[in-house]
């Protein structure tokens, strides 16, 4: 399985490899222009040996010293002595046979100078020939010497330049090809790098908006996919906490509704009672439409009995959310039918929504949206409640409510279906509008409220793909908007 920080420290191996090896050149380079430059004092040492012996040659000369020969014999010797210890440099400027020639050279003009002086005392006729051919030959032999040596110290000087350029042109190819180098090295760590962090981002951020779904496992390093199977080991976590906290919630409902639904039954029960007591006491002496009528209501009651007791059961049992078409009319009467016991004496519930309206949604989960809002309401102390399926929303209606979640620019106002659940209670404060649906937020007191009703709701609402909005005037009342995605097939 590759690995990001495998990737990664490859890069910067390879990147400090590359870095020594321009290093061991640049070195190299310098050691080479160092031996190059050891090479041209060495050559201008053997011009200025050649000048230095040329100018106590022509002292000489002229004044007849013989301190001035010795010391252009002793400069014609250092000069030998030079082209001896640097041959290696001067075989790379001259021929061999020039380098030899240079040294026949030196060596006559050291024994003709010698000659020279030996001669100078001798003033007879034939000595004195012997003198001026000398002389003309340690002349001609200076003017070569000079001539080759300042010959040698150009051409030192014309290769210095061309290694000089060269280096710089292999330096600066070299700094050109290692910036390339780095520039593809990065853009290749970038694709390795970046790009899985970058993909992971856009997940994560899919995952703020409420998208609540388990990563993909989109690359093959091993720190993402890591990452990937913890956090979604996470969100399983997380999504199994979120159930139990619904079902915690439906349970402490249920608390409530429960006395109420005992209620209920009391009602069909003690009719089928009197019904079939009437029955045992007149059934020998009443007449068969008497009975007929007596069992008929038996019958009724107790369907009324078990369609209270299934409407409880169905809103306790924890199914697995599931679309189907359902009717909203029928969905709000059995929730109706959960809470008329927590209904107080003069509590009104008008429900203003047509029959025919229907609508894909978990019916289960839609009712306990629907018994938690008008739940509150009712503890708020509210005595009208209206729920009803208000059309013609606008744009400007809707910006007076606070949303759970904004709506989108494809949740056109005609993709829209609206629910609304409004109250004359007390209200809520305009500071704590932004907060009521807030996980474990409550204003009741410590011990009657776990703050997670209007959480599960708009958790409820989000899941069918929906929101739900607030608004309130302390004092008058609150109304909750709620708005699911409409079908071409839902009822007006």
């Given at each position: 399985?590759?690995?990001?920080?495998?990737?990664?420290?490859?890069?910067?191996?390879?990147?400090?490899?590359?870095?020594?090896?321009?290093?061991?050149?640049?070195?190299?380079?310098?050691?080479?222009?160092?031996?190059?430059?050891?090479?041209?004092?060495?050559?201008?040492?053997?011009?200025?040996?050649?000048?230095?012996?040329?100018?106590?040659?022509?002292?000489?000369?002229?004044?007849?010293?013989?301190?001035?020969?010795?010391?252009?014999?002793?400069?014609?010797?250092?000069?030998?002595?030079?082209?001896?210890?640097?041959?290696?440099?001067?075989?790379?400027?001259?021929?061999?046979?020039?380098?030899?020639?240079?040294?026949?050279?030196?060596?006559?003009?050291?024994?003709?100078?010698?000659?020279?002086?030996?001669?100078?005392?001798?003033?007879?006729?034939?000595?004195?020939?012997?003198?001026?051919?000398?002389?003309?030959?340690?002349?001609?032999?200076?003017?070569?010497?000079?001539?080759?040596?300042?010959?040698?110290?150009?051409?030192?000087?014309?290769?210095?330049?061309?290694?000089?350029?060269?280096?710089?042109?292999?330096?600066?190819?070299?700094?050109?090809?290692?910036?390339?180098?780095?520039?593809?090295?990065?853009?290749?760590?970038?694709?390795?790098?970046?790009?899985?962090?970058?993909?992971?981002?856009?997940?994560?951020?899919?995952?703020?908006?409420?998208?609540?779904?388990?990563?993909?496992?989109?690359?093959?390093?091993?720190?993402?996919?890591?990452?990937?199977?913890?956090?979604?080991?996470?969100?399983?976590?997380?999504?199994?906490?979120?159930?139990?906290?619904?079902?915690?919630?439906?349970?402490?409902?249920?608390?409530?509704?429960?006395?109420?639904?005992?209620?209920?039954?009391?009602?069909?029960?003690?009719?089928?009672?009197?019904?079939?007591?009437?029955?045992?006491?007149?059934?020998?002496?009443?007449?068969?439409?008497?009975?007929?009528?007596?069992?008929?209501?038996?019958?009724?009651?107790?369907?009324?009995?078990?369609?209270i007791v299934a409407t409880l059961l169905d809103f306790s049992r924890d199914k697995p959310f599931a679309l189907q078409r359902v009717s909203l009319r029928s969905t709000i009467d059995k929730t109706l039918t959960l809470l008329r016991a927590q209904l107080a004496a003069g509590c009104e519930v008008r429900v203003d929504v047509p029959a025919s309206l229907r609508l894909d949604a978990d019916p289960q989960k839609l009712q306990q949206v629907f018994?938690?809002?008008?739940?509150?309401?009712?503890?708020?102390?509210?005595?009208?409640?209206?729920?009803?399926?208000?059309?013609?929303?606008?744009?400007?209606?809707?910006?007076?409510?606070?949303?759970?979640?904004?709506?989108?620019?494809?949740?056109?106002?005609?993709?829209?279906?609206?629910?609304?659940?409004?109250?004359?209670?007390?209200?809520?404060?305009?500071?704590?509008?932004?907060?009521?649906?807030?996980?474990?937020?409550?204003?009741?007191?410590?011990?009657?409220?776990?703050?997670?009703?209007?959480?599960?709701?708009?958790?409820?609402?989000?899941?069918?793909?929906?929101?739900?909005?607030?608004?309130?005037?302390?004092?008058?009342?609150?109304?909750?908007?709620?708005?699911?995605?409409?079908?071409?097939?839902?009822?007006?």
């Amino acid at each position: 399985m590759q690995s990001i920080r495998r990737k990664i420290t490859f890069g910067y191996y390879l990147f400090a490899a590359c870095m020594i090896g321009l290093a061991m050149f640049s070195y190299a380079s310098l050691r080479f222009l160092e031996q190059r430059l050891d090479w041209g004092v060495a050559v201008a040492g053997f011009l200025d040996m050649t000048l230095e012996m040329r100018r106590f040659e022509k002292n000489y000369f002229l004044f007849g010293k013989a301190e001035d020969a010795a010391a252009a014999q002793a400069y014609a010797g250092e000069a030998l002595n030079l082209l001896e210890e640097h041959s290696a440099a001067y075989r790379e400027l001259a021929a061999t046979a020039e380098l030899q020639q240079l040294q026949d050279w030196l060596e006559r003009y050291s024994l003709q100078m010698a000659r020279l002086v030996h001669a100078a005392g001798v003033r007879t006729g034939a000595h004195a020939d012997e003198r001026a051919a000398t002389e003309a030959d340690i002349r001609e032999l200076g003017r070569r010497l000079s001539a080759h040596a300042e010959h040698i110290s150009a051409r030192e000087h014309e290769a210095m330049r061309e290694v000089l350029g060269r280096s710089r042109t292999v330096l600066v190819g070299l700094l050109i090809a290692v910036t390339l180098f780095s520039l593809i090295l990065a853009h290749l760590l970038t694709r390795a790098v970046v790009q899985p962090l970058r993909r992971l981002e856009q997940d994560l951020q899919a995952l703020g908006r409420g998208k609540l779904e388990t990563l993909p496992t989109r690359s093959g390093e091993r720190e993402i996919r890591s990452f990937t199977q913890a956090f979604n080991r996470t969100l399983h976590e997380l999504e199994l906490r979120r159930r139990y906290l619904v079902q915690a919630e439906k349970l402490a409902s249920l608390g409530t509704l429960v006395s109420g639904v005992a209620h209920e039954l009391n009602n069909p029960l003690s009719n089928i009672s009197t019904s079939t007591q009437l029955l045992v006491e007149e059934l020998d002496a009443a007449d068969p439409a008497q009975t007929r009528a007596w069992l008929r209501d038996v019958e009724e009651q107790t369907e009324r009995a078990r369609h209270i007791v299934a409407t409880l059961l169905d809103f306790s049992r924890d199914k697995p959310f599931a679309l189907q078409r359902v009717s909203l009319r029928s969905t709000i009467d059995k929730t109706l039918t959960l809470l008329r016991a927590q209904l107080a004496a003069g509590c009104e519930v008008r429900v203003d929504v047509p029959a025919s309206l229907r609508l894909d949604a978990d019916p289960q989960k839609l009712q306990q949206v629907f018994v938690n809002l008008i739940g509150n309401a009712v503890e708020a102390g509210a005595r009208r409640i209206r729920v009803e399926a208000p059309v013609g929303a606008t744009d400007a209606m809707l910006e007076s409510y606070v949303w759970t979640r904004p709506p989108t620019a494809a949740e056109a106002l005609d993709n829209a279906l609206f629910i609304a659940v409004a109250d004359d209670g007390p209200g809520i404060p305009a500071e704590v509008l932004p907060k009521v649906f807030d996980p474990f937020f409550t204003t009741k007191d410590v011990g009657q409220g776990s703050g997670l009703g209007l959480y599960l709701v708009q958790e409820i609402l989000q899941r069918h793909g929906g929101s739900i909005g607030v608004a309130s005037t302390p004092g008058e009342g609150s109304q909750f908007l709620i708005r699911l995605p409409r079908t071409a097939e839902d009822g007006a």
